[in-house]
């Protein structure tokens, strides 16, 4: 069935949708636009403020070629469901870099994470990637065709774009095993045979500035060349008032050069070399919600009170840096080997190396420092495809894919030099005065017979990583569309992938606390003495009548006052201690589990786990597509998608719960060893859709609506130190998509893009936060409205062009749960996940994004602009997550302040 409802109302819901969106395809008033664009000029108008001059073809709603089936197709004619952003749109709305897309792109979201190389894309709901190194995203990126397999190699400054095409749902069958929720293909302009380029200026406040330069020509009859240049520099956001600088800021720069060869004789080459470079302080992290160290926290250093989030102060002692070198070689061999069939080789390779350092506390306490991380891959691929039409009715394709890829990776996490007095007070608080560190140095000591003096929390421990993975990828793919009768076309399509990767893990804590057994029966004496001095307190305060424990005045002069019932709850106490002083459930020390931050790590391969994932599988597309006229066309889809292995490379890799005993048996536990996972198993996506896709020149519209789900969607959460890794047993969504563009007496245009969505859990027991089975996932608006205008009126010797777009997103809740807050078992199991989920639930966020642009384009070239996004200046964060090292604590990643300025452009 393709509907799958949530109760009455959720049919209600949708089916409203549905119809209302299906009226508006015969209403030009409410028409909106496919690509969120007013109509392209000619080739002479102003370029993008952050990309190139579009083709020639100028094109727009579903009269743009687009290659969302590897080969070349109008958007009205691709039975896909595909969004187009072109290369004005990309100049009219601001969009600087693929975090700026979803402003026009509904049923597309964007999360900043720790750095600018940590950046998450979710198409209708579903996506993962970007903070772990070991996972591949769920939305696969492509780059003039090269596969961009991690958000540090992806494009972030946009050069000379002709177009971006976000294909929605499993696009696995053309686009391999990381398109399980969609694919994002960005396409540049190929260098031209005519002389010609672009220049630009853009300054704005935060004292930005942006330089481009674009040239392209002839060197020979057949050979065109192009070169692109660019820096983007900025103020940070935030003023940090622990260092006296600035962060979120701006500084990078790329260039980028394209060799064409086309002797028009069958023959054509396109080699690509870029590069690119980021030296940026980012990401600034605010406090949403005070811990219960926070008060400890200010008496060492300042954090931001949850109020004053969005003041633009932050504290640190240490800038949270990012130095980032990406650059790549690829090139595109066609060959025409008859009139009918054309094959293509594409090559690349592609490095990325990106050093990171934060000040993972976030306050001007010096309590972590430094959070290093030092990420190099290595990515080579090889495509090769066989395009071609046999008779008037079939179109085939055929192809392989190829990908290797090398991840190498050291961590560091280390105790700053406040850290053991933060932690004593915590000690402190938690034993209600009972302990401090030196007490536990002591008593821990005596009985392993050890000197702790001064070790425990101690400046300089922390946690040393060093990963490597190396994968190895294959697929052979197919499509052929049968012409059935004159306008139906049935398309018959496959994938088999094979993905193995090896991972090697070289980790270490040199935390010692963490590695102290609180449940060791070597320590039963001391536990017994606490819980003799807990169970005589209580007992003395009750025989007082304080509702509380006694203090230790109180219980000497109760025992001189009253002697025989001092000793009757002497006795009762000593009983108490006796009984329990080896029972893990009454253990006094527990509370301080919370404290022990980086447990010993058993590191793979080992005699139990050989660090190893071999996963294979065949996706398929059936679609049967029909043009019910000149106009319109309707179209059913049903597709699978795959997603290989992802691995963990953090510190909460952790070896499975079901290879404890095996563990255990080959001797290779721990004290605190902790269990969790090492990876999460392959995701298997499936869609149906049916579609209606309708152009009548100047209106053009587009209807989608769907039924997808993932089996074993792989959910990263952030647990404070590390990433919690999980298989979700099945995540699905139904929702309803709408796209459309009318163009009003050649000048006006009006656009608008609905998405409904209506997610569900429908089983995932084991996540990091409890079992979220029947409940809906977070960060899932239920409704994306973008809707904007834009008017074109000749003035004088050029064009005035004011436009106006304005993204609203309904209210979410941003996580489901949080771990920090999950009350666990001695051995690790969750025993009560519910102050996580509560805790989460007063975080919601409400997107209300507008804006707006004035242009006037001269006649000889030069345009001139004004421009500003998020001119409501709405703040909110986007993401949540426990605060490292502080229980209890929450911070979150603040969105963009309102940004506005003025751009000048000439083309020649």
Not at 320 to 336: K, M, P, R, V
Not at 607 to 621: H, L, N, Q
Request: net charge negative; hydrophobic share 40%; proline share 5%.
């Amino acid at each position: 069935m393709l509907f799958r409802g949530a109760g009455s109302a959720a049919y209600t819901r949708a089916f409203l949708l549905a119809g209302s969106a299906a009226v508006a395809l015969f209403i030009p008033s409410l028409a909106a636009a496919q690509d969120e664009s007013a109509p392209a000029h000619s080739a002479d108008e102003a370029s993008p403020d952050d990309s190139f001059p579009a083709d020639e073809d100028a094109s727009t709603g579903n009269q743009i070629v687009v290659t969302a089936t590897k080969r070349e197709q109008t958007l009205q004619d691709v039975p896909v469901a595909v969004s187009v952003t072109t290369a004005e749109t990309i100049e009219r709305a601001q969009i600087r870099d693929l975090r700026d897309l979803q402003t026009v792109v509904p049923s597309l979201s964007v999360g900043q994470r720790q750095s600018v190389a940590n950046t998450n894309f979710f198409i209708r709901g579903f996506g993962n990637g970007a903070n772990n190194a070991g996972i591949e995203p769920s939305v696969g990126v492509f780059v003039d065709n090269v596969y961009r397999s991690r958000t540090a190699a992806q494009i972030t400054d946009l050069p000379d774009v002709q177009r971006i095409e976000v294909l929605r749902g499993p696009q696995s069958t053309l686009f391999g095993k990381n398109a399980s929720a969609g694919v994002i293909s960005i396409t540049t302009e190929e260098p031209k045979f005519n002389f010609g380029g672009v220049g630009e200026l853009t300054y704005g406040n935060f004292n930005q500035i942006i330089a481009r330069g674009y040239v392209t020509g002839p060197v020979a009859d057949s050979v065109a060349v192009s070169v692109a240049a660019g820096l983007n520099q900025r103020d940070g956001f935030f003023r940090d008032a622990g260092t006296g600088d600035r962060t979120n800021e701006r500084d990078r720069w790329f260039a980028r050069g394209q060799l064409l060869v086309d002797p028009d004789n069958g023959f054509r080459a396109r080699i690509i070399a870029d590069y690119d470079s980021i030296d940026e302080n980012c990401c600034a992290v605010v406090n949403v919600q005070d811990g219960l160290a926070t008060p400890v926290v200010r008496a060492l250093g300042q954090v931001n009170a949850p109020e004053d989030a969005f003041n633009g102060i932050v504290y640190n002692n240490y800038n949270s840096t990012n130095d980032i070198e990406n650059y790549g070689l690829s090139a595109q061999f066609d060959f025409d080997l008859s009139d009918a069939f054309t094959a293509t080789w594409i090559t690349a390779y592609r490095e990325t190396k990106a050093v990171t350092n934060q000040d993972s506390d976030f306050t001007s306490a010096d309590l972590i420092y430094p959070n290093f991380q030092d990420l190099g891959i290595g990515t080579f691929t090889q495509e090769v495809r066989l395009t071609g039409e046999i008779g008037d009715k079939v179109n085939v394709l055929l192809g392989a894919f190829y990908i290797n890829e090398d991840v190498d990776q050291q961590n560091q996490l280390i105790y700053s030099t406040q850290f053991r007095p933060y932690a004593n007070t915590l000690v402190q608080q938690l034993s209600g005065g009972a302990l401090s560190l030196p007490t536990l140095e002591a008593a821990f000591g005596a009985a392993d017979a050890q000197d702790y003096s001064g070790q425990f929390l101690a400046s300089g421990q922390g946690f040393t990583e060093a990963y490597t993975l190396d994968s190895e990828a294959y697929s052979f793919f197919g499509q052929v569309d049968f012409e059935i009768t004159d306008g139906l076309v049935l398309t018959l399509g496959g994938n088999y992938t094979k993905d193995r990767k090896k991972f090697v893990t070289n980790a270490h804590s040199t935390d010692t606390f963490s590695g102290i057994d609180l449940d060791a029966p070597q320590y039963a004496p001391f536990r017994g003495q606490l819980l003799y001095g807990g169970a005589l307190a209580q007992g003395v305060g009750t025989a007082l009548g304080l509702g509380r424990p006694a203090t230790a005045t109180e219980i000497g002069a109760f025992a001189g006052s009253n002697p025989a019932a001092f000793g009757a709850i002497q006795t009762g106490a000593t009983a108490y201690a006796n009984a329990n002083a080896n029972n893990p459930l009454a253990n006094p020390l527990a509370p301080l589990r919370a404290l022990q931050f980086m447990p010993p790590f058993l590191n793979v391969p080992n005699s139990v786990e050989d660090g190893k994932t071999d996963d294979g599988d065949f996706a398929y597309t059936i679609r049967l597509a029909y043009d019910v006229s000149d106009t319109i066309n309707v179209y059913a889809t049903y597709a699978t998608g795959f997603k290989a292995s992802s691995i963990n490379l953090s510190r909460d890799s952790r070896p499975s719960p079901s290879d404890r005993d095996a563990i255990i048996a080959a001797g290779l536990d721990l004290n605190n060893l902790v269990y969790g996972s090492r990876f999460a198993g392959p995701e298997n996506s499936r869609v149906m859709e049916a579609g209606v896709k309708a152009n009548w020149g100047d209106i053009s519209a587009n209807l989608a609506v769907f039924d997808q789900d993932i089996s074993g969607f792989q959910s990263n959460i952030f647990t404070g130190s590390g990433f919690a890794l999980r298989n979700a047993g099945e995540l699905s969504t139904f929702g309803v998509e709408f796209e459309g563009l009318a163009t009003i007496a050649d000048a006006l245009t009006l656009n608008l893009g609905v998405t409904y969505l209506d997610p569900l859990y429908v089983s995932f027991e084991q996540s990091a936060v409890g079992d979220l089975s029947g409940t809906r996932p977070a960060g899932i608006p239920t409704w994306t409205v973008v809707i904007g205008a834009q008017y074109e009126q000749e003035i004088g010797g050029g064009t005035l062009v004011p436009r106006i777009s304005f993204l609203w997103q309904s209210k979410e809740q941003l996580i489901e749960g949080l771990p920090g807050f999950v009350v666990r078992n001695p051995d690790g199991s969750i025993a009560d996940a519910t102050p996580a989920l509560e805790a989460a639930e007063p975080f919601t966020r409400e997107v209300q994004d507008l804006t707006a642009s004035l242009s006037y384009d001269m006649d000889f070239g030069l345009s001139l602009s004004i421009w500003g996004r998020n001119l409501l200046n709405k703040r909110d964060v986007g993401v949540i997550f426990d605060t490292p090292a502080q229980p209890r604590g929450i911070s979150g990643y603040a969105n963009d302040p309102r940004t506005y300025g003025v751009s000048a452009r000439y083309r020649f």
